[in-house]
């Protein structure tokens, strides 16, 4: 039985956090970006695709945040495990596409900055659905908020 709430936290966690870094996502770059950057124009194709990749991003997250060795859970840990992973995720790419088809260095930096704040709310998320989810057992009570 405790087997099955962990999976059902990791789903929830995974799919709640995925699904709100993918809105955080298409506000900025759907919305935001058109709005104060002329060169940038609304796209709207592979959503779904890119939903499902923001659930994997958010079952990594949620993987990161309860494997590591940091005993309680809190708040700081979910937003410092969502801003790790933004950079890992996105600048090593991006620095390589910049390098290869010549674009701006200054715009990776950029979008590594916006991905350190998408996923550090991603963090957050999983925090909140974790403690949310959580019964209150001695071994995974949140200690404290922060």
Excluded: C
């Amino acid at each position: 039985m405790d087997t099955k709430k962990n999976i059902f936290r990791w789903v929830i966690s995974s799919v709640f956090s995925g699904f709100v870094m993918w809105v955080v996502g298409g506000i900025y770059h759907n919305l935001i970006m058109p709005a104060v950057n002329e060169n940038i124009h609304p796209h709207h194709e592979g959503l779904g695709i890119t939903l499902i990749a923001y659930i994997l991003l958010g079952l990594l997250m949620s993987y990161f945040y309860k494997n590591s060795k940091e005993d309680n859970d809190s708040l700081l840990k979910g937003i410092r495990i969502g801003m790790i992973i933004g950079v890992l995720w996105v600048f090593p790419h991006g620095l390589t596409m910049a390098a290869i088809h010549e674009s701006s260095i200054s715009y990776e930096i950029t979008n590594t900055i916006y991905h350190i704040v998408e996923q550090g709310i991603g963090g957050a998320i999983i925090f909140a659905s974790f403690k949310y989810f959580t019964n209150g057992t001695k071994k995974e009570k949140t200690k404290n908020i922060l």
